[in-house]
């Protein structure tokens, strides 16, 4: 954990406390396995697609870290990033409908896009996902220490 180097030991102390916390809320919401990935994604496509979009397989993979997810229309399988485990169902929604899409239109047209308009979180989820990546570029701070 980083921690800037003027905190107090107090703030310091509270600071890790606070943040301990929050991961542990986190974890104990639990990562979503394979299967209920799968069955998160027929609920979506129900509802923002109408059921058209039908995957055989939907699953996490760990090797995808320059992709948040990819689609293979001919075999009906989409693979999430597992980098996408812990960002907000919002987002993964949004990574799921956006494999979904490809199911329905190859490429990323007009009619794609409209596809995805039907989320009212869409621009949202592209927000947090540009913020993601912004932020791994950024340098560290100085005067930080890692706890």
């Known amino acids: ?16 406390t606070v943040m301990l916390d929050k ?12 299967r209920e990935l799968t069955e998160r994604a027929l609920r979506l496509s129900e509802q923002y697609y109408g059921g058209r979009a ?4 939907v699953r996490w993979v760990t090797n995808q870290n320059t992709r948040w997810g990819s689609c293979t229309p001919s075999e009906g399988s989409i693979r999430l990033s597992h980098r ?27 009619r794609f896009w409209r596809l995805l308009d ?10 947090y996902l540009e913020g993601v ?4 570029r950024l340098p560290h701070l100085p005067g930080a220490r890692e706890e």
């Not at 180097?5 to 703030?11: G, I, L, P």
């Not at 991961?23 to 639990?30: H, I, K, N, P, V």
């Not at 039908?54 to 397989?57: E, G, L």
């Not at 039907?118 to 927000?127: D, Q």
């Open 1 to 16: 954990m980083l921690i800037p180097a003027r905190m107090s030991e107090a703030e310091e102390q509270r600071w890790v």
């Open 84 to 110: 996408l485990q812990g960002m907000p169902e919002y987002v993964v929604d949004y990574v799921l409908l956006h494999e979904l899409a490809h199911l329905l239109v190859p490429g990323h047209g007009p």
């Open 133 to 136: 990546v912004a932020a791994a």
């Open 54 to 57: 039908r995957p055989d397989s």
């Open 23 to 34: 991961l542990a809320a986190q974890e104990s919401r639990g990562v979503l396995g394979d």
């Open 118 to 127: 039907a989320y009212p979180r869409t621009e949202r989820a592209r927000g």
